[in-house]
């Protein structure tokens, strides 16, 4: 079964056919980065105009890598929520829009499902069942996965997401968009012992979190400098954020492998990417003897390869969802707790 899958979002426009036989045929993505970057974040009416523009010709661009025409896909999956309404609209739309005029079944994916299940597309993939986090712009979340469509939610961020504060601290430091990956390649030059700052609900008891003291003790630092902070200062400011928010990320995934004896934890989102968190989560892991998974580093941000995956792990284990009705409905919000199991 060959499934196309098409995720629209937020900032980046992604297609890709996956075939239950032979894998992930192909893929491509058009990131908006560049055009919201004038704005310091992402404006979603051009981000929902942007993704109009990009979808059919990237669309064509995946039938030509896999060698197919369009009668040959067999099910299309979207993303239905979370995310923009006006850009999960658009996907949606076109969706529902080829699946008629091709006459095939349409399904809609939850955003997240989608990053959590995206490290099985690796050449080793992880076994059922392991811990999640899930780490991204949008979300914090510390999950059981028990199988496709069976998540357990252990711990989320009360106010900030770990991206969004590296996204909110990168700014106060006058980094560009997207912040994370520039605030964290800062970090690599800063001094660890310049700043202490602290590690938010690090002993809290439980398995969630809060970012948004310390994106404040960042802001807090940062007005105590004169109006022009050095590059050396801004790298040790960088590197105590980072350190400070990997501690606590580490030590709740370690909290959560212990309290539910697993020897398996997945990472997935945009923040897994951060080196820094990876180079953290592998001495742990070998330190406590589990093993740790990431997605393809072009697939840790969304991509229309984890939505082409979810689709198809849904339908292969319950054909009676695939569905030939045209009507949709998007979720631009939809806790995950409130996906039905496949």
């Not at 004038?38 to 060698?67: F, M, W």
């Not at 740790?292 to 984890?306: H, Q, R, S």
Request: net charge neutral.
């Amino acid at each position: 079964m060959i499934v196309l899958g098409l995720e629209s979002s937020c900032d980046e426009t992604g297609l890709a056919l996956y075939d239950t036989e032979r894998g992930l045929l192909s893929h491509a993505l058009h990131s908006q980065i560049a055009m919201h970057q004038e704005y310091g974040g992402v404006v979603p009416e051009l981000a929902s105009r942007d993704h109009i523009r990009r979808a059919l010709p990237l669309l064509e661009e995946v039938l030509t890598k896999a060698q197919l025409s369009r009668n040959e896909i067999d099910a299309i999956a979207y993303t239905q929520g979370p995310g923009l309404a006006g850009a999960l609209l658009v996907g949606a739309s076109v969706a529902c829009g080829l699946g008629l005029a091709l006459d095939k079944p349409v399904l809609g994916i939850h955003h997240l499902e989608g990053h959590l299940l995206s490290p099985l597309l690796a050449s080793k993939p992880p076994a059922f069942p392991f811990i999640a986090l899930l780490v991204s712009g949008g979300h914090t979340q510390l999950m059981r996965v028990d199988g496709v469509g069976q998540y357990q939610l252990l711990g989320e961020t009360l106010d900030d997401a770990a991206g969004e504060a590296f996204d909110k601290s990168a700014k106060l430091l006058g980094l560009s968009y997207p912040g994370g990956p520039a605030i964290s390649r800062l970090a690599e030059f800063g001094d660890p012992l310049a700043y202490k700052f602290p590690r938010p609900m690090l002993h809290s008891k439980d398995l969630n979190f809060s970012f948004s003291g310390l994106k404040t003790a960042v802001l807090t630092v940062v007005k105590s400098h004169p109006a022009n902070i050095c590059e050396q200062d801004k790298a040790n400011i960088a590197r105590g954020f980072v350190d400070a928010l990997v501690d606590v990320l580490v030590a709740k995934c370690v909290t959560a492998m212990k309290e539910h004896s697993m020897k398996r934890l997945v990472i997935a989102g945009g923040v897994g990417a951060n080196s820094q968190l990876r180079a953290a989560l592998n001495a742990a892991a070998t330190k406590r003897r589990f093993q740790v998974f990431y997605p393809e580093l072009e697939f840790c941000t969304d991509n229309g390869a984890m939505i082409a995956f979810a689709g198809a792990m849904r339908l292969k284990k319950n054909p009676a969802l695939a569905k030939r009705d045209y009507s949709f409905n998007v979720r631009p919000r939809w806790p995950l707790h409130e996906l039905e199991a496949a």
